[in-house]
């Protein structure tokens, strides 16, 4: 699950530097941060950043202390070198730079101890996964079911195309040429005012009918299977829809969804409150440090 949530990711920021290195920037639970720190991230600075780039660098320096504090005081977890080694491996491999580490630095313009604090933060995820995943209340096959009859669109995939065009009286027209055997695809082509459809024959490609306006979506659940819909209206004009096949989930696929994303909220709690309850002092140049409605510095008025 890397996701570091709520943080700034430091890769491929822009080349530029804060000056006044040795000054402290913020203090979070006594630990210091310094100017030198956030030009510590980048493998090249050459400017000066503004105000704004100094208060998104400097919350995410402060969310990462936070979380590594938090990690060794309520987890007794401190990253050894080897296992930051290897997540540095595991972060090469996935970019497509095995075997070349400048390489990745240069491209996203990060420095290797920025880079190591990246995955010694991927790494103490790992650990709060760990800790939390026992404490979550897993839900039951049950309620797999009822999240799928509650929420039926979310859980319905449609394969289905569509005719898109203006008026009612051109969408009639669309469906007598299909009744009269009309190809579809060729249809759409001719016709659809949807530019990114009409080119491919109308082809929506297979997705949750959530994704569509409600009454499209609607009109996707109902359909039969393989028979051209009436014209069906929406803010974007008269629909003729085509559903080539449509799945709906079961609760054995959905149940395993459902643990994954109670863990990633709670996982997403344990990382939020680790930086929310920080004792955090931001230095007066850089702004000033806010929780709500999320962790960050607030660079001063300009």
Known sequence: MKRLLFLIAAFGLVLAACGNSSSTAATVNGTDITANDIDGLFYEVDEEFTDTQNAQYLSTLIQWTAIEQ??????GFEPTQEETD?????????SGYVGDLDGFLAAQNVSEAGLTMVANQFLIEDAVTVAVSPTVEMPTFADAQAAIDENPLEF???CASHVLVETE???????ERLDAGEDFAAVATEVSIDTGTGPDGGSLGCSSAS???PEFAAATVAAPIGEVTQPVETDFGHHIILVENRTVASAEEVLPLMEEQLVVVAIDAWLRDAVATADVTVGAEYGTWETEPSPQVVPPPA
């Open 70 to 75: 938090r990690a060794t005081t309520d987890l």
């Open 86 to 94: 290897a997540e540095i491996e595991t972060i090469l491999f996935d």
């Open 156 to 158: 319905t995939e449609v």
């Open 169 to 175: 009286d051109e969408a009639k027209t669309v469906v």
């Open 211 to 213: 994704v569509y306006v």
